[in-house]
């Protein structure tokens, strides 16, 4: 794994350590975070952080800075987005991005 997709894992792993039902996959490329198994987030092997926001809050997620769609196998995954490291610089800017995708996965069945 590239060091700066390890480091952001790292920063993830931080920021989640309180989470009940957290695992990690290797996906995407990269190491993707599942709560209570739904992917919730990742970090890629180009350093951007992976957020799942769902379908419905993908536009407005998207209009913020430094934001872009998932598009993994050429083309783009609904209710998914990429944040480049500018835009989680600092641990609260992650945190929250983080409480956004928590906020959508936490009101998905558990599988």
Not at 46 to 68: F, I, M, Q, S, Y
Not at 90 to 103: H, P
Request: charged share 25%.
């Amino acid at each position: 794994m590239k060091p700066e997709t390890e480091d952001l894992a790292s920063r993830i792993r931080v920021a989640l350590r309180n989470e009940q039902n957290l695992s990690e996959r290797n996906m995407f490329g990269g190491v993707c975070f599942m709560l209570n198994g739904n992917m919730l987030c990742g970090a890629s092997n180009t350093g951007n952080l992976l957020l799942r926001v769902g379908a419905e809050r993908e536009a407005d997620a998207r209009t913020k800075p430094h934001t872009t769609e998932m598009n993994f196998t050429g083309r783009p995954m609904r209710g998914y987005i990429y944040v480049m490291p500018p835009g989680f610089a600092d641990d609260q800017d992650l945190a929250k991005w983080l409480a956004t995708a928590k906020e959508f996965v936490c009101g998905l069945p558990p599988k």
